[in-house]
């Protein structure tokens, strides 16, 4: 049956203000009673919100639900500023043509190769830590440095840079931790900057991604604009920043807090991928939903036709809870043998740097589970500070001793 | 003459059905329980499903000259 959009009221969204790792329990009623429904989120037109599995997988994997056709929309959004390019905002074939260029670097063959090189800098980024002696920010000496040094070598930027382009990098997840002008500027910046290397790059080729991307544009079949090479590199640099660097002290939290599935996890490291996995889903690291799809025709979607024209956002936080794809889906289960969770999106943006965060996780656990036994908070759990004004949910600062 | 024809298989074992074939090339394979099906095994030649074959995170699908074998996409 179709309800007419009069049945429902438009609610504010995000439904509140993220409180640690803890999901809204609207999204759980809204699920069962009303799949899709009507919300405005601080910045853009009005949409639907949809929380169910099967309905976030066909918002993001139909091709009649669009991402290009959000240029030139009020987009719903919590940030000031709307992206309006870059891989993100566009479709197939053109988004396919732009995704291709750097896919091959991203497939789990190529991540494997990585694998040694990652452990090694988790090692030593432990034996520093541990030198140091407790108590440690895992957040600076850890989690940060692990997933930036790797995205670092694997583009070919210097991780001797990094006091320049890691605040930078902060303006692609901002909401309102930044002004808008900030924004700009430092979105400016990371251009600039990646600018710089690839001109470097013109005189002296390389054999890292930005040389292979120099030289996908230089080959001039009219594959990649200036712009977009710039665009992508600084996305994935980015990208590369605010995302495994969030999710490695989320999920020792996690872990912390659930002593049982630790303690299980340290029985068993052989349980490391399917925990990562289960944490994937179990943690909700986005404060809202995905990036708006416009429908480019009428659909029929929860129970309700969603018109032509009209944006919709994916709850990727309420599909990875749904009961109906997930068993006693609030349980943190380690073990969960099937776990198709949409924690890197789903469709043609499915995550690009979803097998690459899945190796720096599962090396992360392990090398923290393996070097310190005692892992544990160093101040009392309600003293942890966390973040706003992201677009994801994590610690600024996690003291741990061990 | 004959047309040339093209030979597409995804590998259910290594595909982790992101969805990605299915939106790039939507008229040549589609998820079922989260994995993806070519549609048809053989078909004319398509840059679509080439882009599809190259974009796959985990290399489970294969693109191979139906009459020789000889494999088209990925690339190695
Ligand atoms: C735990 C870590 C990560 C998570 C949870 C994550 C999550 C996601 C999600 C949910 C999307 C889809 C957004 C949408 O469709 O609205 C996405 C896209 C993307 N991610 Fe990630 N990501 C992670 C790590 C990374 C890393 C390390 C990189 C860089 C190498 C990266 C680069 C990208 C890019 C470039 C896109 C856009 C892809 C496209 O539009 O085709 N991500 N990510
Ligand atoms: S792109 Fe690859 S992994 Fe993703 S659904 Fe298609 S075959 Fe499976």
């Known amino acids: 049956m179709t309800e007419t959009r009069q049945d429902s009221t438009t609610r504010a969204y995000p439904f509140s203000a993220p409180d640690r790792l803890d999901l809204d329990p609207r999204y759980a009623q809204l699920r069962q009673h009303e799949p899709l429904t009507r919300v405005r989120l601080p910045f853009g037109e009005p949409a639907w919100l949809a929380t169910r599995y099967a309905d976030v997988r066909t918002v993001l994997g139909d091709p009649r639900f669009s991402r290009a056709a959000s240029v030139g929309r009020d987009e719903p959004r919590i940030t000031p500023l709307q992206m309006a390019s870059g891989i993100l905002s566009m479709d197939p074939p053109e988004h396919t043509r732009l995704r291709r260029l750097v896919a091959r670097a991203f497939t789990a063959r190529r991540v494997e190769d990585l694998r040694p090189r990652a452990r090694e800098i988790a090692d030593e980024l432990l034996d520093r830590m541990v030198a140091g002696g407790p108590p440690a920010d895992l957040v600076e000496a850890f989690a940060t440095p692990l997933p930036v040094t790797v995205i670092c070598e694997l583009l070919g930027v210097p991780v001797a840079d990094q006091g320049r382009f890691h605040v930078w990098s902060e303006a692609i997840v901002s909401t309102t931790s930044l002004s808008p002008d900030r924004i700009r500027e430092y979105i400016d910046n990371l251009y600039a900057y990646i600018g710089e290397l690839i001109a470097r790059r013109r005189r002296v080729p390389t054999d890292d991604l930005l040389g292979a991307l ?119 289960d380690l073990t969960r043998a099937a776990n198709p969770h949409v924690g890197f999106g789903h469709g043609v943006h499915h995550c690009i740097g979803a097998q690459l965060a899945r190796m720096e996780l599962q090396v992360a656990v392990a090398a923290l589970l393996h070097r310190l036994p005692g892992l544990r908070l160093a101040v009392p759990e309600p003293e942890l500070e966390w973040k706003s004004g992201m677009l994801v949910r994590g610690l600024r600062k996690m003291p741990v001793a061990w | 003459m004959v047309s040339r024809r093209w030979r597409v298989t995804v ?51 294969a693109v191979r000259d139906a009459a020789d074998g000889r494999v088209i996409a990925p690339e190695p």
Request: proline share 8%.
């Open chain 2, 11 to 61: 590998d259910p074992r290594r595909c982790i059905g992101s969805g990605i074939c299915a939106g790039a090339a939507p008229g040549h394979f589609v998820l079922v329980d989260a994995v993806s099906i070519p549609l048809d095994e053989l078909i004319a030649p398509e840059d679509s499903v080439l882009d599809a074959a190259e974009s796959c995170p985990m290399e489970a699908i």
């Open chain 1, 214 to 332: 120099v030289r996908a544009r230089d080959s001039d079949d009219g594959r990649l604009t200036e712009t977009e090479m710039v665009q992508l590199a600084a996305g994935l640099l980015a990208a590369g920043h605010e995302t495994t660097v969030t999710q490695i002290p989320n999920f020792v939290y996690v872990l912390l807090t659930h002593p049982a599935e630790l303690a299980r996890l340290r029985a068993d490291p052989a349980l490391v991928p399917s925990a990562v996995e289960e944490l994937m889903r179990y943690v909700p690291l986005g404060v809202a939903s995905s990036f708006a799809r416009y429908a480019l025709e009428d659909v029929e979607l929860g129970g309700v036709l969603v018109r032509a024209g009209e944006p919709v956002i994916a709850s990727l936080s309420a599909a990875n809870r749904d009961p109906e794809v997930f068993d006693d889906p609030d349980r943190l």
